[in-house]
């Protein structure tokens, strides 16, 4: 029997020889485990066609195990380590992608959504339990002012309450996210399209700095991978799946991150969409989800989100409603009265009971409780309004 290095290793090579999500590659490790995978693949018997190619083609550039040797040593100079499903911290929510499948797909990054095989990982969370309470909040690179302020609003607004939040460290709602949770002194994780190691956009080195030092960073890439744009899309799948739910801050019509919430909602995870202008290219594709897909929820903030993936009961967003103002709380009688008493001019209470439509004794009685909520004042024998004080001309 292989010993747990072995596996590990075979784990390392197998996503070097063919990118992950892979379906072919996937079934056979779940069905002769990674190292018989792994031999069989070097040994030419791929099952299909396009995996064969796509094998031969990478041998030609080095042997596998060897290949995965140095990255492992390479990621240990680098204080990085390997997550496989053996270990205590793998995070069994990916598991789900089994089930994912996308209607018409095409693409093969659309086509190629299996689980994943291995984590490379950045940093000293335990990667299951800094996913458990884990949203992930995603949206455009080329963000407006309104999404980047939505976005590091729900990234702090989140990580204060002691979610993760989990976003693909770029330009834009990533990064927003990201610096958000980070402000408030929580924790963040960046999933990437790249090696642990060269962290792309290049831009946000200083970001992908503290997120390591604090939270996480995760790919499924050997370090030194680059960051080639198929691999955005099939990392998207994992930020999808490996997180409670998913929040789509902004993103036009092409957008990759409209992706990740088709992902999320395909594994059946809340799916939520923060509204925009309806004038604003870069809310196009967050506002077409939202028609296409009923399941999806629209949230304008972090109590609609807390709503969605939190405790069933305790994690309900309050009602929107203004300021409450003392007639609020009113029966019939005392509004009715209320409504009739003149802004200018004294009434009596006859008058004022004949014009509410109730009886003389029920009008002294409002009255009384008016002016004592301080509505209405006595005066020239009558009643009238009271004069507004600056916080009630306000409402």
């Known amino acids: 029997m292989s010993t747990i290095e072995e596996r590990r290793l075979a784990r390392v090579a197998l996503t070097w020889l063919s990118e992950p999500g892979t379906w072919s590659v996937w079934r056979l490790v779940e069905r002769l485990g990674p190292v018989a995978a792994l031999d069989l693949l070097v ?23 060897a290949v995965a040797a140095e990255a492992l040593g390479r990621a240990e100079r680098l204080g990085a380590r390997v997550v496989t499903p053996e270990d205590e911290e793998w995070p069994v929510r990916v598991g789900d992608l089994r089930l994912l499948a996308l209607p018409g797909a095409q693409r093969r990054v659309d086509q190629e959504t299996a689980p994943p095989l291995v984590f490379w990982v950045r940093g000293q969370w335990p990667l299951a339990e800094i996913l458990d309470r884990s949203v992930s909040v995603v949206g455009a690179r080329a963000a407006t002012g309104y999404g980047e302020h939505v976005a590091t609003g729900l ?14 460290g770029a330009f834009g709602i990533d ?16 999933v ?35 960051p080639l744009r198929p691999r955005f899309l099939i990392r998207n799948r994992v930020i999808a799946a490996a997180t409670a739910g998913s929040v789509l801050v902004e993103a036009s019509a092409r957008s990759g991150a409209t992706q990740t919430l088709r992902r999320a909602l395909a594994v059946h995870r809340p799916g939520m969409v923060v509204p925009g202008p309806v004038t604003s290219a870069m809310s196009v594709g ?12 629209l949230v304008t903030g972090v109590p609609h989100v807390l709503e969605e993936v939190g405790r069933i009961g305790a994690d309900l967003a309050p009602p929107a409603r203004g300021p409450e103002r003392p007639h609020d709380h009113l029966d019939d009688e005392a509004a009715a009265v209320l409504e009739v008493v003149p802004r200018r001019r004294a009434a009596g209470p006859d008058a004022l009971a004949a014009r509410a439509g109730v009886d003389v004794r029920t009008a002294l009685r409002k009255l009384s409780l008016l002016e004592q909520l301080g509505l209405v004042v006595r005066r020239d024998g009558g009643y009238a309004l009271a004069p507004a004080t600056p916080s009630r001309r306000a409402r």
């Not at 030419?44 to 990478?58: N, S, T």
């Not at 990234?155 to 693909?168: C, D, M, N």
């Not at 990064?175 to 963040?188: Q, S």
């Open 43 to 65: 040994a030419g018997e791929a099952p299909d066609d396009r995996l064969r190619a796509a094998v031969a083609a990478r041998m030609a550039s080095g042997e596998p195990r």
């Open 155 to 168: 990234g702090y607004g989140l990580a204060e309450r002691e979610w993760t939040v989990v976003s693909g």
């Open 192 to 226: 990437l399209a790249c090696g642990v190691d060269r962290p792309y956009p290049m831009g946000n080195t200083a970001l992908f700095d503290r997120i390591a030092e604090t939270g996480l960073l995760v790919s499924e890439w050997l370090p030194g991978a680059e």
């Open 286 to 297: 967050a506002h077409e989800l939202l028609r296409e897909f009923p399941a999806a929820r």
């Open 175 to 190: 990064a927003a996210a990201h610096r958000g949770a980070l402000n408030a002194g929580g924790v963040t994780v960046a």
